[in-house]
């Protein structure tokens, strides 16, 4: 198993920025891929931000510009840099993480961290 943890969450005024970040305490495999997703309420979780072993990340369409996700895998560590928020961001975040084992892809996810955008 992996333990994946979160942190960094909290209220944010629009237009404020948050920096949100994720690790695997103790990890001992090889990770390929982190990332991000979100929450909200009465919506399904969506894809927001993810960076693979090479280093190449991806974002959804409607955040390019505004969030930004770096860290390295080899190191367990994977953040969320988010700019210029809006109420609509406001979700739980959540991290993943993935592995391969005998080329089969198991996914590992946190508990989530809250963000609020509001005045």
């Known amino acids: 198993q992996v333990q994946v943890v979160e942190s960094g969450g909290g209220l944010v005024q629009p237009g404020g920025s948050l920096r949100l970040s994720c690790g695997l305490p103790?990890?001992?495999?090889?990770?390929?891929?982190m990332g991000w997703y979100r929450q909200a309420p009465g919506k399904q979780r969506e894809f927001v931000a993810g960076i693979t072993r090479g280093g190449n990340t991806n974002y959804a369409d409607s955040l390019k510009g505004r969030f930004t996700v770096s860290g390295d895998t080899r190191n367990n560590t994977v953040y969320l840099q988010m700019n210029s928020l809006k109420p609509e961001d406001t979700a739980v975040y959540y991290c993943?993480?993935?592995?391969?084992?005998?080329?089969?892809?198991?996914?590992?996810w946190g508990q989530g961290t809250q963000v609020t955008v509001a005045s």
């Open positions: 103790g990890n001992i495999f090889i990770i390929t891929r």
């Open positions: 993943n993480a993935a592995r391969l084992w005998a080329e089969h892809e198991y996914e590992y």
